[in-house]
C-alpha cells in the first residue's frame, strides 16, 4: 500500500497512512494509485481542497476523493448495480468537476463526468458511450453477457 504525500508548502507529509490489512471486508483498503496522477487531480470542496485519484479496491478500480487537510477517504464509485465497473481519472477542473472513464466485463469504456457539492456528494452523468460505435454483433453479445451477469448474481 502506498502513502500518499502532500508537497506542498515546501514540506511533505502524508496525507493518508498506510494500511497494512483492512480491519473489515469493504473498509478502506490502502491507496494503490496509479504512480502517474492526472494533470490536475485536485478539486475544491467548499474552502477545502481535495485529490481526485483511481486506485484498487478489492477486484476493481474506483475513484477516491481524498481530503488534502485531514487525509480523510471516500470511494465515490462503489459497485452498483451488481457491475463492477473500473475506473480511472483523467482531469479535474480545480473546481468542482472531474472526468473520468469508466467500464466493466459487459459495458464497454464510458465517457463519465462527475460533479460534485460542497460536502464532497458527487453526481455521475455518461458522457460518451462506446456502445453504439461497435458492430451490432458486438452489442448483442455484450447485451447477452450482461444478462447472463444479472441472472447468476441473483442466484
Known amino acids: ?11 511533505i507529509k502524508s496525507i493518508v497512512d498506510i ?8 473498509e478502506f483498503p490502502g491507496s494503490n494509485p496509479d504512480p502517474t496522477l492526472p494533470s490536475s487531480p485536485l478539486v475544491q470542496l467548499g474552502d477545502r481542497e481535495h485529490l481526485v485519484v483511481h486506485s ?3 477486484s476493481h478500480t474506483t475513484i ?13 464509485t462503489p459497485l452498483e448495480d451488481n457491475l463492477p465497473y473500473s475506473w480511472s481519472v483523467l482531469c479535474t477542473d480545480n473546481n468542482k468537476r472531474v472526468i473520468c472513464i469508466r467500464s466493466s466485463n459487459t459495458v464497454p469504456f464510458e465517457v463519465v463526468l462527475g460533479e460534485f457539492d460542497d460536502q464532497g456528494n458527487v453526481s455521475w452523468r455518461v458522457l460518451q458511450e462506446s456502445l453504439s460505435l461497435l458492430p451490432q454483433s458486438v452489442q448483442d453479445g455484450l447485451r447477452a453477457l450482461k444478462k447472463v451477469s444479472s441472472f447468476s448474481s441473483q442466484s
Open 1 to 11: 500500500m502506498t502513502a500518499i504525500n502532500d508537497f506542498s508548502e515546501n514540506q
Open 19 to 26: 494500511v497494512d490489512a483492512p480491519s473489515s471486508a469493504g
Open 56 to 58: 484498487v479496491w478489492g
Open 64 to 76: 477516491l476523493l481524498i481530503s488534502i487537510k485531514d487525509g480523510s477517504v471516500k470511494n465515490l
